[in-house]
């Protein structure tokens, strides 16, 4: 358990680039101009249902296989995209797939957790999350070993300074589909996704928008970068989006969702894309950013999670449309 090569050539789980989609409508009704906003749609990535713990997995992937694991454990929330992404890699690449997750096991399967089960994960419940979650994963862990299998431990959400390289390749590939941009807005969950970003625009041009998976983002983030590519002296987060809590749903991203896709036709999800895009709308709303500038928002995918989100589609009847 463990012993991985540190810089392993990644292993392809993506064919291509994913789109880069001008945003016109959206962009002018969130108070910027019709050619202000482009969305990078990582949650188009074919594997899985999509999104961006794919460009990730790559990474931790290609060190299991280096390694000769023939399991991949991971951990999260009971409706963790990474969780389900790696139950698709597995499967993939022919790995068996354990997920230890936090809460119980109750009622029909939905969201991603009924992906998690298509994809033939084996789901380990476990009570509490934080310390307690990472805990109970190690001990299933152990107890794979010792009955012989070769594990890799997939960190949480996929994130460690290795993978921080998967969003420095993505910002790499938005420059070179013709748009170098002034903002990049992305909900901050393990960090890796941002640290990436960062990485490759700079601090002062990526926003990052506080999920509530971490209590303390800004440590979180530093934490990914690699020795020799060290954090900048600030990063720019927003705080004020969480609400109640991870997972909860808020007014704010309630009316983000439903902007989204009245204006462009695209889903997002109410934990983590749905945070950025509102936090986006106020970012603009104070100020910020200002119309004029071209700005990214990243689509790190979700869309599984809505299904999943009882208190998001209760939420449905309050913004239905009048009856014809």
Known sequence: MGGMALEPTPVQLITGPTPLDAAPRLSAAIGLGPDDL????????????????????????????????????TTGAAQSNHARLTAAAGARLGLRVVLVLAGRESGPLTGNLALDALFGASIVWADGGGAALQ????EVAAELQNAGRSVAVIPFGGSSPLTSNAYLDAARE???????????????GSGATMAGLV????????????????????????????ADDPAPEHLRIRMDQVGAGYGRVTPEVT????????????????????????GL??????????????????????LP?????????TRLSDVAPEAV
């Open 38 to 73: 482009w969305i990078k749609r990582d949650d188009l990535i074919g594997l899985g249902a999509g999104g961006n713990k794919v460009r990730k997995l790559q990474w931790t992937c290609a060190q299991a296989l280096a390694a000769g694991a023939d399991t991949l454990i």
């Open 135 to 138: 805990a109970r994963m190690d």
């Open 174 to 188: 938005i420059v070179s589909q013709g748009v170098d941009p002034d903002h990049v807005v992305v909900a901050v």
């Open 199 to 226: 990485r490759g625009f700079g601090a002062h041009r990526v926003l990052g928008v506080q999920c509530g998976a971490v209590t303390d983002p800004d440590h979180t983030v530093r934490e990914l970068f690699p």
């Open 255 to 278: 009316a983000a969702l439903t902007l989204a896709a009245r204006s462009e036709g695209i889903v997002f999800d109410p934990v983590y894309t749905g945070r950025a895009l509102a």
């Open 281 to 302: 709308i106020a970012e603009v709303a104070d100020g910020s950013i200002e119309p004029g500038s071209t700005v990214v928002l990243v689509h790190t995918g979700g």
């Open 305 to 313: 999670g809505l299904f999943g989100s009882s208190e998001f589609l």
